[in-house]
């Protein structure tokens, strides 16, 4: 059976994470809103199911239904052949995983450090000055972290872990995607400084079914709806 | 072997969620840095391991080397009997966790909006308004969708995830005195909107391992260099 799919049609988001694992595996899945509009993400949310999710994305795997990125890509991950069989391994994957999360709150909160309730308009200064501090530390923090991960992985720096590909290395293409778009000027210079990462982010979106992906209307466009948005100013 | 936590001696922190399984567990463990000094920590972190962590929290279990918190809550919790046996239920627990580990980013960024490298006092008045969102918005709706777990749970309202504790239950408990601690007014309001949930922290605050943990030296007090932080202007 398809796994489903539960997310706003229009953006990327936290979604993308897991549809890029669909899509690296060739998973039969149905973009719940991208199909019958978003009133059926509205509906799932306010269900009476005993395990209510917080919020999108959520997957349905037949029965179950997950909630949170991170522990869809913990189930899809074996399921999909994006994880490794050893369990420690996959803790590693798990925990890569997890602090890319981190780093998605964090380029987020560059354009809404007040909150996600008030427009951006009305807290651009305070935008500024968190965007300055994510530039100059936080972001060559989380990337130089994964730079040294390939640079120490025993199996060679072509993956994240191990030498196959897994869940963590789509998603940081997908980080590494998404803050290029946001922060082009201050990436250009990140990206000198994890050479290994830039060449990782080229191996991922030269995957066939990557590639094939990027490249269909599945995927959305970047837009300043989503996570990572374009703001010049803020990337300045 | 008894376990190793590498964290800050000094506040509750992120390593609070962990400290509370090993000793509701009654697990053999010790509090590196309360033992040798922060300076064995801050070597940890420099240390050259193939798989470094991001950031503090970190569990040592042997040869094996565990940060996030709900990563290493993941890995403890069968092994110390805090998670269910079924696989389903052990992935519910851990979204749970995930939700909370938002929520703890959001509680900290009440007092720290534009990000953690500047005092307090330099984003006072941008920590009043993200509060301000955070009292009214965000809080009711993370601790209603605890309370709405509490009543759909088909085993019970006792537990969150079936019908023993897990570190969910811990960590919840955790939650409900950091914000208690933070925002006194507030969250009096905000627990009479969640009964049940109230009644879980009073439960798991008395289970006879935690309880004796709480009274013991081994409880750093809440303080204003942790996550939750006691800033009356921020609960008005």
């Not at 994964?146 to 030498?163: F, S, Y």
């Not at 990462?197 to 990557?210: C, G």
């Amino acid at each position: 059976m398809a796994f489903e799919l539960y997310y706003w049609p229009d953006i990327q988001g936290r979604g993308e994470f897991v549809r890029l694992a669909l899509e690296q595996a060739g998973a039969p899945y149905v973009d719940v809103t991208r199909e019958r509009g978003v009133q059926a993400l509205l509906r799932f949310m306010e269900s009476e199911a005993p395990r209510p999710p917080f919020a999108p994305p959520c997957l349905r795997d037949g029965t179950l239904v997950i909630a949170q990125v991170a522990a869809i890509l913990l189930h899809l991950g074996p399921r999909l052949r994006l994880a490794p069989t050893d369990e420690a391994d996959r803790l590693w994957v798990h925990q890569i995983q997890l602090t890319l999360a981190d780093l998605v709150v964090e380029a987020h909160d560059t354009h809404h450090p007040l909150g996600a309730d008030l427009y951006y308009e009305e807290q651009e200064p305070e935008a500024l000055r968190r965007a300055k501090t994510f530039r100059e530390r936080r972001m060559p923090k989380f990337l130089g972290w994964l730079e040294r991960i390939l640079d120490r992985n025993p199996a060679g720096p072509e993956w994240l872990v191990g030498k196959s590909v897994t869940y963590a290395d789509l998603s940081a293409f997908q980080v590494v995607e998404g803050l290029s778009y946001a922060f082009p000027v201050a990436m250009t210079h990140a990206l000198k400084a994890a050479p290994r990462l830039a060449v990782l982010a080229a191996r991922v979106r030269a995957l066939p079914n990557v590639a094939a992906y990027l490249a269909s209307p599945r995927r959305i466009p970047f837009n300043n709806s989503g996570i990572f948005r374009r703001y010049p100013e803020l990337d300045d």
